[in-house]
């Protein structure tokens, strides 16, 4: 086992999660208003299908959305509400005040922890867990 004070301290960027929606679109709509920005999206044959998109966290990473159902064959297809992703953020009190907007359910209320961050944890609209702080690893 290693001990915590043996990691480098790192700057992560290269670890893009997938989640799959049945409305893939709508997705990117709502966390476009929770602060994501829209990157690519290549649209799939059925209308308002998406065979791969990526929303970009503007402080760093991004997540790539899809849709669930697609006309073509795909091993990365997740069932609904399987995703639990952790973003972090300076302001995470701006991003559950979006979340309010949105009357995203929350898991877990606005609260600091006992290891330094503050943050909170909502459901998206398909029943993702998404957690939103400042503990950005040591």
């Given amino acids: ?8 301290t790192r700057t992560d960027h290269n670890l893009w999660p997938g989640v799959s929606y049945d409305d893939a679109l709508a997705a990117r709509r709502w966390l476009a208003a ?16 998406l065979i791969h998109s990526e929303m970009l966290w ?3 990473g ?4 899809h849709s669930r159902t697609r006309s073509t064959e795909s091993e990365f297809v997740s069932p609904p509400g399987a995703a639990n992703i952790y ?5 995470p009190d701006a991003v559950f005040a979006r979340a309010e907007a949105l009357e995203a359910p929350v898991i877990r209320p606005m609260e600091e922890t006992d290891y330094g961050s503050r943050g909170f944890s909502i459901r998206d609209v398909e ?3 998404w957690s939103f702080g400042t503990y950005a690893g040591a």
């Fill in 62 to 65: 991004r997540v790539m959305v």
């Fill in 127 to 129: 029943g993702n867990a």
């Fill in 58 to 60: 503007p402080e760093g």
């Fill in 34 to 49: 929770l602060g994501f920005e829209e990157g690519i999206a290549v649209p799939g044959p059925a209308e308002g299908e």
């Fill in 87 to 91: 973003v972090v953020c300076d302001d």
């Fill in 1 to 8: 086992m290693t001990s915590t004070s043996a990691v480098p």
